[in-house]
Nanobody
Framework: QVQLVESGGGSVQAGGSLRLSCAASGYSVSNTCMGWFRQAPGKEREGVAFITTGDGSTGYADSVKGRFTISEDNAKNTLYLQMNSLKPEDTAMYYC???????????????????WGQGTQVTVSS
């Protein structure tokens, strides 16, 4: 059974940083596609960052490019999202996601990710 458990959310002031973690069990973070989505109140869920862990290639939403970094630690079987220069508009519930074992990401839409964590709240105050 695949389980993804996020942690690291919290409340910070604008300009601050947070690092989200996603511990995987029943699923290996090596040689696969994983990502982070977020959903703000009253808004649709959006993809934030994606990684093909086999070759380390990454992709980011324009709104977070240059501020967020997605990475993984195979030894800890954990996915991360380093978030710097946070803005109030980054306030949302953040979800860790994973595709069925695949070397390359087969799409970045929600429907491409069957495995989801429960989410961790990030709140950025101005």
């Amino acid at each position: 059974q695949v389980q993804l458990v996020e942690s690291g959310g919290g409340s910070v002031q604008a300009g601050g940083s947070l690092r989200l973690s996603c511990a995987a069990s029943g699923y290996s973070v090596s040689n696969t596609c994983m990502g982070w989505f977020r959903q703000a109140p009253g808004k649709e869920r959006e993809g934030v960052a994606f990684i093909t862990t086999g070759d380390g290639s990454t992709g980011y939403a324009d709104s977070v490019k240059g501020r967020f970094t997605i990475s993984e630690d195979n030894a800890k079987n954990t996915l991360y999202l380093q978030m710097n220069s946070l803005k109030p508009e980054d306030t949302a519930m953040y979800y860790c996601t994973a595709q069925r074992k695949t070397y390359y990401c087969t799409g970045t839409e929600e429907r491409s990710f069957p495995y989801w964590g429960q989410g961790t709240q990030v709140t950025v105050s101005s």
